[in-house]
T-cell receptor, first 112, second 115 residues
C-alpha cells in the first residue's frame, strides 16, 4: 500500500529565505507526482506536475524534483514571500487510475 | 483552467439529519469525480470514486450506506451524509480529473459541522 510522507510538518521562516520541502513515498511505481497548495479552509491549487520519466519541473520561484528510485521528491521555493504561507501537499498517482494518494502536508508560514 | 464548484461552502446541521453536498464541473465533463475528507491539520483522505451512470467505488473503511454518492450527469456528483453525527464533522472536498492534462481540479470544499 502506497504511503506518502512529508517533512517537515510545519515550517516558519522569515521572508527572503530559500526553502526545501520534502516528500517521500513507499512504492516507487508511480505514474506521476504533483505538488499542491492549500490555503486555510480552501480547496487545492496545483503547482507542479512531474511525470515518472521526468527529473524536475520549474514554475517561477518553484522547482520540484523527483527521484523515483529512492521514492523522494522535493519542492524548492526561492526567495520566499509572506504570500507563500499555506499548506503544501504532495500527491502521487499510481498505476492506471486517476486516484491520488496525498502526503501529510507541510504547513508553511513566511513572516515579514 | 477547469473549474469545479461545491455547494454549500459550509453547513451546520443537527445530529441525525442528512446533508447533501454537490460537486459540479463547470466547463468540462467528468465521468469520474473523487470525494475526499480532511480533518483539521491533516491531509486529504480519499473516500470514494464517483462514476457517472454506475455505482461509486468506496475506499476501505468508508461506509457506503453512510456516505451516499450519486453521479447522475457528466457535470454533477452529490455526496449525502446520512444520519450525520458529530464525528462526521469535517471538510469535504471533491475533485474531477481532466485526462488530457493528467491532473485533477479541486472544488473549494464544504465544511460540515454536526451539532
Amino acid at each position: 500500500k502506497q504511503e506518502v510522507t512529508q517533512i517537515p510538518a510545519a515550517l516558519s521562516v522569515p521572508e527572503g529565505e530559500n526553502l526545501v520541502l520534502n516528500c517521500s513515498f513507499t512504492d516507487s511505481a508511480i505514474y506521476n507526482l504533483q505538488w499542491f497548495r492549500q490555503d486555510p479552509g480552501k480547496g487545492l491549487t496545483s503547482l507542479l506536475l512531474i511525470q515518472s520519466s521526468q527529473r524536475e519541473q520549474t514554475s517561477g520561484r518553484l522547482n520540484a524534483s523527483l527521484d523515483k528510485s529512492s521514492g523522494r521528491s522535493t519542492l524548492y521555493i526561492a526567495a520566499s514571500q509572506p504570500g507563500d504561507s499555506a499548506t503544501y501537499l504532495c500527491a502521487v498517482r499510481t498505476g492506471n487510475t486517476d486516484k491520488l494518494i496525498f502526503g501529510t502536508g507541510t504547513r508553511l508560514q513566511v513572516f515579514p | 483552467g477547469a473549474v469545479v464548484s461545491q455547494h454549500p461552502s459550509r453547513v451546520i446541521c443537527k445530529s441525525g439529519t442528512s446533508v447533501k453536498i454537490e460537486c459540479r464541473s463547470l466547463d468540462f465533463q467528468a465521468t469520474t469525480m473523487f470525494w475526499y475528507r480532511q480533518f483539521p491539520k491533516q491531509s486529504l483522505m480519499l473516500m470514494a470514486t464517483s462514476n457517472e451512470g454506475s455505482k461509486a467505488t468506496y475506499e476501505q473503511g468508508v461506509e457506503k450506506d453512510k456516505f451516499l454518492i450519486n453521479h447522475a450527469s457528466l457535470t454533477l456528483s452529490t455526496l449525502t451524509v446520512t444520519s450525520a453525527h458529530p464525528e462526521d464533522s469535517s471538510f469535504y472536498i471533491c475533485s474531477a480529473p481532466v485526462t488530457a492534462q493528467e491532473t485533477q481540479y479541486f472544488g473549494p470544499g464544504t465544511r460540515l459541522l454536526v451539532l
